[in-house]
């Protein structure tokens, strides 16, 4: 790791000199490259800091006048370095590029019919909570509620810095124990509800041709004649090559419909390329955090016990009501720290 810190700071100084005679767009470009590896620089001399003064510390502590001043500063010294080293570690590991994108997250009922359906509107709203914290935009891109004020499908717009980052692990089946407001015999009934978070795509990272679509328009329906019109302002956009089907009808305006559906449409369609060239560049990692496929069930929400189990990681959280009110960052630190380390064990093997 040394050489290669030692190659990050002679490029930064390399940089700063070109800056000094360069002009219009060679100008721009170097300043983006420097911004983006200026906090490595400061990581590494932080670094690289902290070793002169453990070092120095350490010398100090065969002096009996100094000894005590010293061995605080090497204790505290000692221990800042590894410390340092490991960000630096993770700083270093190659990123995902999807991962300071905004993302679209899609949530849809699978097994246990009307109470999947209801927890698929609870799961919905706990995210929008958690989005709404963050001070991330939410945006409803599509709600088709169910009749018992659950919902057939629900897909939202999350935009801001790092958004994909934070939830890209919710993706999978998420799985529900609780007893049905509709169950007389206190059972408790288990259902399922899959996540699938996109990264949000632009145009110009997935290049759709209109011949490959087949777009169909029909009347908007919903739940007690919710989102009911008489013109035909639902949409549904078919990508004939993949056979990715995306339907629309929050809108009552059609061209708004087909926009929102476009923009699902490019993130599935971005995510599937991306898919496919990780598969091409390497075996699938499956480590603890899994592999994110919409086939995996990855979390349990067992509302008897008041707790939530993230099966990857085997983390249960005691505390459900506060989940459901949008509080995910204990599971998604834990499953991005368990994801770093395993990240860094690849790296090192």
């Known amino acids: 790791m040394v050489e290669k810190l030692d190659r990050v700071l002679r490029r930064a100084e390399e940089i700063r000199h070109l800056l000094a005679t360069a002009d219009g767009p060679q100008f721009g470009a170097l300043s983006r490259e420097l911004s983006e590896i200026e906090p490595l620089v400061e990581k590494v001399n932080a670094l690289r800091a902290a070793e002169r003064a453990r070092d120095e510390a350490a010398a100090m502590l065969a002096d009996p006048e100094m000894r005590d001043l010293a061995e605080a500063e090497y204790q505290e010294q000692r221990d800042r370095v590894p410390a340092l080293a490991r960000e630096l570690q993770l700083m270093l590991l190659p990123k995902d590029e999807a991962d300071e994108r905004s993302a679209i997250l899609e949530i849809r009922p699978a097994?246990?019919?009307?109470?999947?359906?209801?927890?698929?509107?609870?799961?919905?709203?706990?995210?929008?909570?958690?989005?709404?914290?963050?001070?991330?935009?939410?945006?409803?891109?599509?709600?088709?509620?169910?009749?018992?004020?659950?919902?057939?499908?629900?897909?939202?717009?999350?935009?801001?810095?790092?958004?994909?980052?934070?939830?890209?692990?919710?993706?999978?089946?998420?799985?529900?124990?609780?007893?049905?407001?509709?169950?007389?015999?206190?059972?408790?009934?288990?259902?399922?509800?899959?996540?699938?978070?996109?990264?949000?795509?632009?145009?110009?990272?997935?290049?759709?041709?209109?011949?490959?679509?087949?777009?169909?328009?029909?009347?908007?329906?919903?739940?007690?004649?919710?989102?009911?019109?008489?013109?035909?302002?639902?949409?549904?956009?078919?990508?004939?090559?993949?056979?990715?089907?995306?339907?629309?009808?929050?809108?009552?305006?059609?061209?708004?419909?087909?926009?929102?559906?476009?923009?699902?449409?490019?993130?599935?369609?971005?995510?599937a390329e991306r898919s496919r060239l990780a598969t091409t560049r390497a075996a699938d990692r499956k480590g603890q955090v899994g592999t994110g496929d919409r086939s995996e069930r990855i979390r349990t929400y067992n509302f008897p016990q008041g707790r939530v189990t993230d099966h990857r990681i085997g983390l249960t959280l005691h505390k459900i009501d506060r989940v459901m009110l949008g509080e995910f960052d204990e599971i998604i630190d834990a499953l991005t720290a368990e994801d770093e380390a395993a990240r860094l064990a690849a790296e090192a093997a």
Not at 113 to 121: H, I, M, N, P, S
Not at 187 to 216: C, F, Y
């Open 111 to 271: 097994a246990g019919g009307d109470e999947a359906a209801l927890f698929a509107a609870e799961l919905f709203r706990a995210y929008q909570r958690y989005a709404e914290a963050r001070r991330w935009r939410f945006e409803v891109l599509d709600y088709d509620e169910s009749d018992l004020g659950g919902v057939k499908g629900a897909v939202a717009g999350i935009g801001g810095r790092g958004v994909f980052a934070r939830l890209k692990f919710e993706s999978g089946v998420h799985r529900v124990q609780r007893v049905p407001a509709t169950e007389t015999q206190g059972r408790i009934h288990t259902s399922t509800v899959t996540v699938a978070v996109l990264p949000e795509a632009e145009e110009v990272d997935v290049q759709v041709n209109e011949g490959d679509l087949r777009i169909d328009t029909y009347r908007a329906s919903g739940a007690g004649g919710q989102h009911v019109n008489k013109t035909d302002s639902a949409v549904r956009i078919t990508h004939i090559p993949s056979g990715i089907v995306v339907a629309m009808q929050e809108e009552k305006s059609q061209h708004k419909n087909r926009a929102k559906a476009m923009k699902v449409l490019r993130a599935r369609l971005y995510e």
